[in-house]
């Protein structure tokens, strides 16, 4: 057996003194060696530091037992049948609206019921592996199975029912095509026929109560620990499933496959999945509108928010149409959190440092995938710096254990390289039940909509390499700044995306200056708000990357652990959300692009995206405003013309992703263009949400908006934003021991910004 260990912790953000859970999983050993360390360097590019961490004294320190730990995937709905009504049946009816995405699989697909897979036993509705629906049961008393003679058609919403009655001794399938217009893949044209469908076979005793659960979009697994597990997960959308206490005739049926719930006299569960909207959005919990109140609560966070069977297209969201927005998406390998058991609980020691640390855990030589960084980023307990980095977890997250890198169409061609996969994207294939980024898509072809940080987090290791890039990329990339922050003397501390979005601007408030990560891409509102207004409000911000502020994100107010993107608009995106599917469950916001909100980068920054490329970098030329005595104190030190001609990530400290300055996308029109990139290569392209026509030329030694700008403004209050424009900026600053131009000019701004004056002042030159 392969030796391997991986762990994640339950927090992301702690202070000292804070208490956490590190969870960890190993095989091939019963003991690892842990020992807290702050993280200084990642990259070990040999033209930097290397990789730096320093052992910190912590109580957890030393050998802890590991075991090897299971996860559960597979999104679905559990049922809160606490008073056991659903072990009455005996005439009934299960039905539903089903959408297939991946309809013959080769597998069973669970739609509702309550089915063991261990034992074989129980009752459910279900899609074969050839694609067909089928009812099943097993029992001492009975079994047997009704199945459809023909597959359903992927992405084709159906009115699916069994009725079971051992009166009459019949269990009747039936399966009724209701495509529209607007609800599907595929036109009615498409169909030879679109006849309802009915099956009947013999029923020769009642079907006895299963011990199994029962199950929405899945099956019941015991094990014999009596743990309960699932399986046979089901691919795709539910919408309005239920049960009847009876076995319904054709007229019930029909009345049901119109979307009527049940007779209201009657004994029923109807879970209405189109009730409960708001104009937050939705939660978990799938309201029973029935007598019982039997509710559903949604389990490794099945996406809501999605149209329904009956989607009209006449409404862009649920805000305004919620009885077409029943769908349920559900994905058979979705996972939030991996829910092992605690390793061990964490107490920080009191005294430790605002900084990012790790458990740094090894079994056996440590090497490759003998060791696991489990990291955390700890805030001062109070804050006494006037420096603070803002970590961009959100980014983070959405980046998190990315499969865009091997495997997004076109990638060797966007990256201008072929992937160089290591042992840890090598693992991270072997170990597809730790998730997704959100630049991935589900078996079905599904965009993945969530990611957690509640399961382990390979692109979160400090020394990783994003493998279709060749460099560090988002938190390794970071730690250059870090690094930087270390050498530099200066006071500092950080915070987390996760505590602005829940403090806001009181987070903030307190430092003079706040430093953003390489790549901070992904924001939700209450993170943005912060930061405009704390610039607005006299805070100085140190915008040091490239393509940041871009998507609309939220996390769950109810587990912030959890965040929710949606890709569509004309951003750069590895998928694209169905129509009508472009609001955000989470809060109810509109997903997509910042931009499409009328909020695009430059309002609050200065500069926003204008291209990428992944082969070079370039250096910056001063601009004529690098030339006017005021900016004297930004370029002090900085001779030449060109500077920053260098860097760990393809030696260059514009690249990688460049954003520029641009009034008619709201760059305060006293914004100063203090220096530039040029001619970038033929590898970066300009960004299709910047154009409307495509044609020759949209590149970076044609198309001169193909730049990274280095902006500077202020505002009334005393406040001021220096942006780079570029994500290798900060991959640039550990060059030549950290005595590089690059360095030097990070030194004088922040320096400067620390100040109570600064040292220019322009707002008064502009808008009244
Ligand atoms: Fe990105």
């Known amino acids: 057996m392969s030796t391997k260990i991986f762990g994640y912790a339950n927090k992301i953000s702690v202070r000292p003194g804070d208490a956490f859970d590190v969870f960890v999983s190993a095989t091939g050993a019963t003991t690892a060696q842990a020992q807290l360390v702050r993280l200084i360097h990642g990259d070990e590019h040999p033209s930097g530091p290397g990789f730096i961490e320093r052992e910190v004294d912590c109580d957890a320190n030393g050998e802890w037992d590991v075991h090897q730990q299971r996860t559960q995937i597979g999104s679905y709905l559990s049922v809160a049948d606490s008073a056991n009504k659903l072990d009455e049946l005996q005439a009934f009816t299960l039905f539903a609206f089903v959408y297939p995405t991946l309809p013959a699989t080769g597998d069973t697909q669970t739609i509702l019921g309550r089915w063991d897979t261990t034992s074989r036993q129980g009752y459910r509705l279900e899609i074969g592996g050839n694609g067909k629906l089928a009812f099943r049961w097993s029992s001492s008393a009975s079994s047997g199975e009704v199945q459809d003679h023909d597959a359903l058609v992927a992405k084709t919403w159906y009115f699916v029912a069994v009725a079971v009655d051992p009166a009459s001794g019949r269990v009747t399938l039936h399966r009724r095509n209701v495509v529209s217009r607007y609800n599907g893949l595929l036109s009615a044209n498409a169909f030879a026929d679109r006849a309802p469908a009915r099956f009947e076979v013999r029923l020769n005793a009642p079907i006895s109560t299963p011990d199994a659960r029962f199950l929405i979009a899945c099956a019941d697994v015991s094990l014999p620990d009596d743990e309960r597990w699932t399986a046979e997960n089901f691919h795709g959308k539910i919408d309005r499933p239920g049960v009847l206490w009876y076995g319904a005739g054709e007229d019930a049926l029909a009345s049901l496959a119109k979307g009527q719930a049940p007779n209201a006299t009657e004994k029923f569960i109807y879970w209405n999945t189109s009730a409960g909207y708001s104009v937050s959005g939705i939660g978990q919990m799938v309201v029973d509108t029935?007598?019982?109140?039997?509710?559903?609560h949604g389990q490794n966070y099945p996406v809501r928010?999605?149209?329904?069977?009956?989607?009209?297209?006449?409404?862009?969201s649920f805000h305004t149409g919620p009885e077409e927005y029943g769908g349920i998406e559900f994905h058979a390998d979705a996972v939030i959190d991996c829910k092992w058991k605690v390793t061990r609980r964490i107490t920080l020691p009191d005294g430790i440092k605002s900084g990012i640390y790790a458990f740094r855990l090894r079994i056996h030589d440590g090497k490759k995938m003998n060791e696991e960084y489990v990291v955390f980023f700890v805030r001062a307990k109070t804050p006494t710096a006037k420096l603070c980095l803002l970590v961009p977890t959100q980014s983070y997250l959405a980046y998190a254990n990315e499969h865009l890198s091997l495997d997004a169409p076109g990638i060797q061609p966007m990256m201008g390289q072929p992937p160089i996969a290591d042992d840890v994207d090598i693992e991270m294939y072997e170990n597809p039940e730790f998730g997704y980024a959100t630049y991935d898509v589900y078996a079905d072809g599904g965009g993945v909509s969530y990611s957690s940080y509640?399961?382990?987090?390979f692109t979160m290791r400090p020394k990783y390499r994003m493998s279709s890039i060749g460099t560090p990329w988002q938190f390794p990339a970071d730690l250059s700044i870090v690094a930087w922050l270390e050498q530099s003397g200066l006071d500092w501390e950080l915070i987390t995306d996760e505590d602005l979005h829940k403090e806001g601007l009181s987070a903030l408030k307190r430092y003079k200056c706040v430093l953003t990560g390489s790549h901070p891409e992904y924001v939700s509102e209450q993170v943005l708000d912060a930061i405009e207004d704390y610039v607005g409000e006299g805070g100085r911000l140190m915008y040091?990357?490239?393509?940041?502020?871009?998507w609309s994100v939220t996390l769950d107010a109810a587990n912030p652990a959890v965040m929710?993107?949606?890709?569509?608009?004309?951003g750069h995106r590895s998928w694209n959300a169905r129509p009508g599917e472009h609001h955000l469950a989470l809060n109810g916001r509109k997903g997509g692009l910042w931009k499409q909100l009328n909020r695009p980068p430059q309002k609050i920054f200065g500069i926003g995206s204008i291209s990428e490329?992944?082969?070079?970098?370039?250096?910056?030329?001063?601009?004529?405003?690098?030339?006017?005595?005021?900016?004297?104190w930004v370029f002090?030190?900085?001779?030449?013309?060109?500077?920053g001609d260098f860097g760990l990530a393809h030696s260059g400290s514009a690249g990688l992703e460049i954003d520029r300055y641009d009034l008619s996308k709201?760059?305060?029109?006293?914004?100063?263009?203090?220096?530039?990139s040029g001619e970038h290569s033929d590898n970066y392209v300009v960004f299709q949400d910047e154009i409307f026509y495509m044609q020759p030329g949209l590149t970076g030694t044609y198309d001169y908006r193909i730049r990274a700008d280095m902006t500077y403004f202020d505002t009334k209050a005393g406040g001021a934003v220096f942006a780079t424009g570029a994500i290798s900026f900060g991959q640039a600053l550990p060059i030549n021991g950290f005595d590089n131009s690059i360095s030097r000019l990070m030194s004088n701004v922040t320096r400067a910004f620390l100040k109570d004056e600064l040292p220019s002042r322009f707002i008064d030159e502009t808008l009244g």
């Open 613 to 632: 490329g992944w082969e070079t970098g370039q250096g910056y030329t001063k601009m004529p405003d690098a030339r006017d005595p005021s900016f004297a």
């Open 544 to 550: 040091l990357g490239g393509n940041g502020f871009y």
């Open 454 to 457: 509640l399961r382990p987090l």
């Open 666 to 676: 709201g760059t305060p029109p006293h914004t100063r263009i203090l220096a530039s």
């Open 305 to 316: 928010g999605q149209t329904g069977w009956n989607w009209s297209g006449r409404h862009d």
């Open 636 to 643: 002090d030190g900085i001779d030449t013309e060109l500077f």
């Open 564 to 570: 929710e993107v949606r890709k569509l608009d004309a």
């Open 290 to 296: 029935g007598p019982m109140g039997i509710h559903a």
